[in-house]
Structures are given as structure tokens and as C-alpha cells.
């Protein structure tokens, strides 16, 4: 009950510190920044916490129950997450799951840290053809990595540290690798097209170009920090691979299960990969995958209901969503990119890019999800910058790169995030202090190894 109080206390002097924004505006801020406590915090559950404050949002008249507050609820990527988990169940029922992860484990099972590469490998290979990071994390990853997880003997609930490496593993390989290549993100076009609005030609070449020396430097030091992190405790997996072989042995040939959830999977896949060319939503192909789990009997009702972490992810998410949408309806984002450009106008160019690239980057912990913060802020602050005399290309890659970038820190900063946090293998404050360490980590990189890196290729 204390810390309710606290969460409340901290919204209400948040609320009474004197702005220029309308009440809604203002109001629904103090309230997004009392849950987000109350989430750090945990006083209740997440989907409890994200719950009160929605009710509070519509009881003090900032958000209508019939037009705004349940808009969260219909959004495609929240559907997408929760479809997913479905699919990933009948990997785990069939075992094609338990299969691949015996095989990646005896080909690269030697060693802790090598398995963790072969996670950041498969995830750079399939990257390019995969334009959604949701659907590369979830729907083709999160599987593989998770019967991994099992097949070493380390579950959520095992308390054994291997699980937690390589799920963060997982995740910020899609994180870096979605920050790699214009088309393994969908919101990577987006930035394309705002820099295009401005005069700046964006191409599939000089987005790979200034992304290569820093983006794979990451990946490649990801790991070893992930190890240093969450300190596995098994670094030399001796009898890995033989226990892989043997287990793969007792399998035995694939069932008519794991041959139809392997149609399946490959149907989504081919859906993900050629998206611009079938115009199938991802969150709609995700829908046919889980449909079609059920149709084949892979699945079966009951599973979907007892489904408990994909239904609470729905209710949290929904409601950050939620908040995160009208906050910029409101007014409030614009309010605040506003202000910063103030911060800006005495800077040079490049002082003001690095200024406003940070503040942009740390911004993140007001959105759930990726789209809406560009939607919102790039245009405005790659404007900023170019008047102020930053390189117009260096800019809108710069911003475009950390669009994705950002997503490293929190478990609702991109929809990838909240399928691995669900699986339960890393509690909140372990998420959000490896995110940290990589938000400084990625920053340090980008600034350090892409300038000199960009300065060579000529980007600026």
C-alpha cells in the first residue's frame, strides 16, 4: 500500500508543477507518470497498476470511455503480440521447437557464449527479408530460443541464470539487427519517408552504409556484456552436444504434428518476408497462424485461454498504448519536442544534433512502441537540426538509426519486447537495468564508432 501512495503522491506533484498545456494534456502525463512508477514499483501486477491508472484517466474526464479509452485494445500490434504467443505454443505442443533448439545446440553448443552468437547470427541472416522485428522476435525466435532454454534445463522458474542470457540475447540482437537494414523494421520506411518530405533521399544503400561498422560492432560486443550482466552459470556446456544428440535420437523422426506446424510456420514466413508484395498485415498473418493451429489441431482452445501471460500482456500494453497515443493527441509531445528546441537555439549544428539525438533516444520511456515517437518527433527534430547547421543525410540516418535503437530499454518500448518479458525469465528491474547499460552502451558506439565511421564513408 505504500508504494501505491508513493505512486500517487509523486502523479499529483507532478500534476500541480506549473505548465502552459490544457488539462487533458497535463492530467493524463501526471497519471502515465504515476503508473510507470507503479509498474517499477510493483504495489500490484502490471496489468492491475495500468488498469487504475486507465480508470483514473476516465474518471477525471481526460479520457472518454466510449471514444478514447479502450482504442488501445484494437490496435493491430496488440493483436499481433497475443497471436504470437498462441503460435509459440504449438511449437512447444508439437516439439518442432525442442527439435531446432537440440540441433542449434549441437552444432554451436560448446560453449555458453557461442550459442549466444549463433542467436545474434540467425537473427543478422534473417533480418533483411523480415520487415517486421515483432514478427522475427516472436514468431521466429522466441520458439527456437525458448525450447533452448528448456532443453538446458533452465525455465522461469529454475532460477538458473542461462535462460536470462539468452533471452536478452534474443531481444537485443533484434534490436541492434532492426537498426541494420532499411527493411528489417517497419518503422525504419517511416523515417524514409519523413526525411524524403524534407529534401533528404534516404536509399536501402546508404541506410546499410551508415549503419554497418557501428551496427555490427554491437552485435558483436552484445553478447560478452549480456554474459557479464546476467553472469550464466554454466560458461563451458560440457556433454551439451552429445545430450543434444542423444535427445534428438529420442525424438526420432519428425510427426505428422511437427511436419504441419512446420508448413505453418513456413507459410507465416513467407507472408513476413514478402509483406510489400501480399499486403498482408503482420498482425494478420500472425492471425492465420494461430488460426491455422487450431485448424490442425496443434492447439485447441483450452491453450489459447490458459494462455495467461498473452491476456495480461494484452491488458498492460493495451493501456500503455493507450496512454502513449493521446498523450501525443493531446498535445503533449509537441509541447515537449517545442521546449527542447528552446534548449538548442544558442548550439551549432552538431551540437544540437547530439543534444537533440540524446534527448530523443531517452524520450523512448514515453512510448510504448516504436511508431508512435516518430511519428511524433522525428520530423520536428531533424528540422531543428538541419537549421542549426547539422549534415541533412548524417541526421535523418542518425534519427532513423535510433528509432529502433531505443527500443533496448524498457519492456514496452517495442512490441518485441513485452513476448520475451512474458515468458518470465528476467524480472522488471533486471530488464530495465540491462537496457540501460545498453542505451549508454549503443549511444557510446553510434556516436563514437559511426562518427569516425561516417566521417570515412563520407555521410557527412
Known amino acids: 500500500m505504500r508504494k501505491l501512495i508513493l505512486c500517487i503522491v509523486i ?84 516439439q518442432l521447437g525442442l527439435r531446432v533448439a537440440y540441433n542449434f545446440i549441437h552444432l554451436m553448443g560448446k560453449r555458453t557464449l557461442t550459442l549466444g552468437y549463433s542467436i545474434a547470427l540467425s537473427d543478422l541472416l534473417i533480418s533483411p527479408f523480415v520487415p517486421s522485428n515483432t514478427a522475427r522476435a516472436g514468431g521466429i525466435m522466441l520458439p527456437i530460443v525458448d525450447s533452448m532454454c528448456q532443453a538446458l534445463n533452465s525455465t522461469p522458474t529454475s532460477n538458473t541464470s542461462l535462460g536470462r542470457y539468452f533471452m536478452q540475447v534474443m531481444f537485443q540482437s533484434n534490436v541492434i539487427t532492426s537498426s541494420l537494414f532499411l527493411t528489417s523494421c517497419a518503422v525504419n520506411p517511416l523515417a524514409q519517408k519523413f526525411a524524403a518530405d524534407q529534401g533528404i533521399t534516404i536509399t536501402w544503400g546508404n541506410w546499410f552504409m551508415g549503419s554497418a561498422v557501428p551496427g555490427l560492432c554491437a552485435l558483436f560486443l552484445m553478447p560478452l556484456i549480456i554474459m557479464w550482466l546476467t553472469k550464466p552459470e554454466m560458461k563451458e556446456l560440457s556433454g551439451a552436444k552429445e545430450y543434444a544428440q542423444k535427445k534428438l535420437r529420442d525424438l526420432g523422426p519428425m510427426s505428422t504434428k511437427e511436419w504441419q506446424m512446420l508448413g505453418i510456420f513456413a507459410t507465416m514466413l513467407t507472408l513476413w518476408v514478402f509483406e510489400p508484395y501480399f499486403h498482408v498485415h503482420t498482425a494478420t498473418v500472425a492471425m492465420l497462424g494461430a488460426s491455422l493451429c487450431l485448424l490442425f489441431n496443434i492447439i485447441d482452445l483450452n491453450d489459447i485461454l490458459s494462455e495467461k501471460e498473452a491476456w495480461h500482456t494484452l491488458l498492460w500494453l493495451s493501456v500503455l498504448i493507450t496512454m502513449s497515443t493521446y498523450l501525443q493527441k493531446f498535445g503533449f509531445i509537441s509541447w515537449f519536442a517545442g521546449s527542447l528546441e528552446n534548449l538548442t537555439k544558442s548550439m551549432t549544428g552538431m551540437q544540437t544534433l547530439g543534444v537533440l539525438s540524446i534527448l530523443y533516444f531517452y524520450s523512448h520511456y514515453f512510448f510504448a512502441g516504436n511508431t508512435a515517437q516518430i511519428s ?46 512474458g515468458q518470465g525469465y528476467l524480472s522488471l528491474t533486471e530488464w530495465w537495468k540491462i537496457g540501460l547499460v545498453f542505451s549508454v552502451l549503443n549511444l557510446l558506439i553510434w556516436f563514437g564508432v559511426g562518427s569516425i565511421w561516417w566521417k570515412i564513408v563520407g555521410i557527412y
Open 11 to 94: 502523479g499529483t506533484l507532478v500534476y500541480l508543477i506549473p505548465h502552459s498545456l490544457n488539462y487533458q494534456a497535463w492530467g493524463l502525463f501526471s497519471i502515465f507518470i504515476a503508473t510507470i512508477l507503479g509498474i517499477i514499483l510493483r504495489p500490484y501486477p502490471m496489468g492491475a497498476v495500468t488498469l487504475m491508472g486507465l480508470c483514473v484517466a476516465i474518471f477525471a474526464g481526460i479520457l472518454d470511455l466510449q471514444k478514447e479509452a479502450l482504442t488501445g485494445f484494437s490496435s493491430p500490434i496488440i493483436w499481433l503480440v497475443v497471436m504470437v504467443f498462441f503460435v509459440a505454443r504449438g511449437f512447444i505442443k508439437t
Open 376 to 421: 511524433a518527433m522525428y520530423a520536428a527534430f531533424i528540422a531543428v537540426c538541419i537549421a542549426a547547421g547539422a549534415p541533412p543525410l548524417l541526421t535523418a540516418l542518425l534519427f532513423g538509426y535510433l528509432s529502433t535503437l531505443f527500443s533496448s530499454m524498457t519492456h514496452y518500448g517495442t512490441a518485441a519486447a513485452p513476448m520475451v518479458f
